[in-house]
């Protein structure tokens, strides 16, 4: 028996230009503002922890960094198993971020209710990106 993998996709224009995107994806201080506290960094093999609240911490591992334009992830390695890439395009005076998380094992209990929640919190947490950048252009 193969595990079904799914993936979530979600694309959201973002009114700043990608090196400001960029810093809102890696910058440890600004992560934290819109998503989650953790010492995430643009380093391939940079390992670090994301504190997401009721749902723990979670480890993961930069598996590939073109700055400014893509940055991937591993994401809860011996649980969910998943990866988060973040791709960048310049898109008139802003952004278009695109985001998969894929992996989801749908065979599993933990992977298929993972998958039905982040699939409803993506799009809200990639709104609250702009927003985070907003308060710190002021």
């Known amino acids: 028996m193969t595990a079904e993998l799914r993936t ?3 694309d ?28 995430v960094r643009a380093e391939v093999g ?9 749902w723990g911490h979670q480890e993961c591992e930069v598996l590939a960094v073109e700055p400014e ?16 890439t973040w791709r960048l395009e310049a898109e008139g005076t802003g952004t278009r971020l695109f985001l998969d998380h ?18 409803r919190g993506w799009p809200g947490l990639l709104g609250r990106i702009e927003p985070a950048l907003d308060a710190t252009a002021r």
């Open 102 to 119: 894929a992996g989801f094992d749908l065979d599993s209990p933990l992977g298929k209710a993972a998958f039905e929640g982040m699939g």
């Open 46 to 54: 940079h390992r670090f922890t994301l504190d997401m609240g009721q």
């Open 69 to 84: 334009r893509l940055l991937s992830y591993s994401f809860a390695p011996g649980t969910l198993d998943t990866t988060v």
């Open 12 to 39: 959201q224009f973002i009114a700043h230009p990608p090196r400001a995107v960029w810093r809102a994806l890696t910058d440890p201080e600004l992560h934290a503002r819109w998503w989650a506290a953790g010492d």
């Open 8 to 10: 979530i996709h979600c």
